[in-house]
């Protein structure tokens, strides 16, 4: 069994900045990929950013510049840095995670999403 548990969501202005933290417990064998991404009420998940196991990224271009996906392989851990909020950024935050498990293939695992309100 695996949980991810994201953690750093609130209130920030325009301008501002948050950092979200996300961890995994259980059962996690290999972690392989992981990533964040956010959806807006009635609105289809899109991606933030992702990073491989290596630490290799790639951003969406609507946060490119101002995010920073990283992870830590000891601690089974991912942030996301987010600087130069927008009101646009405003969305519920997922964590997710390609894990690799003996005797049960390979699944992603998605956390339950922090909020992130983005005022003007």
């Known amino acids: 069994q695996v949980q991810l548990l994201e953690s750093g969501g609130g209130l920030v202005q325009a301008g501002g900045s948050l950092r979200l933290s996300c961890a995994a417990s259980g059962s996690i064998g290999i972690i392989l990929g992981m990533g964040w991404y956010r959806q807006r009420p009635g609105t289809q998940r899109e991606l933030c950013a992702t990073?491989?196991?290596?630490?290799?990224?790639t951003y969406a271009d609507s946060v490119k510049g101002r995010f920073t996906i990283n992870r830590d392989n000891v601690r089974n851990t991912l942030s996301l840095q987010m600087n130069s909020q927008r009101p646009e950024d405003t969305a519920v935050y997922f964590c997710t995670a390609d894990i690799l498990q003996s005797g049960r293939g390979r699944r992603d695992y998605w956390g339950q999403g922090t909020q992130v309100t983005v005022s003007s």
């Open positions: 990073i491989t196991r290596d630490g290799l990224t």
